[in-house]
């Protein structure tokens, strides 16, 4: 299965993250098959916080690709379109959670 992740870059305590598309069996910072944005969770003011190429992004989520959480959150944020197989699966975890 291939997913849509964050690989992570950086210092200690001073987090950068590319966000990649891999194989959900390869490590967290191993290879990974495609790379389609960053995202800086310490950038300050007058720094980029998220880029993300949202063609790749589009593509990739048309050919099946799974985004973790947090790289869903990002994707909403920046008014990425997800496919309506994604947001069925969303959709039964948020009614599976409130029963």
Do not use: C
């Amino acid at each position: 299965m291939v997913k849509i992740r964050l690989h992570r870059f950086g210092k200690k305590k001073q987090p950068f993250y590319r966000i990649v598309v891999a194989n959900s069996t390869t490590r967290r910072d191993g290879k990974y098959i495609d790379l389609i944005g960053f995202y800086n969770p310490v950038a300050l003011s007058n720094q980029e916080k998220v880029r993300i190429n949202k063609e790749k992004a589009e593509s990739w989520l048309q050919k099946g690709a799974w985004p973790t959480d947090t790289v869903l959150a990002l994707f909403r944020k920046e008014n990425i379109n997800l496919p309506n197989f994604i947001l069925k699966k969303i959709k039964n975890k948020k009614s599976n959670k409130n029963e």
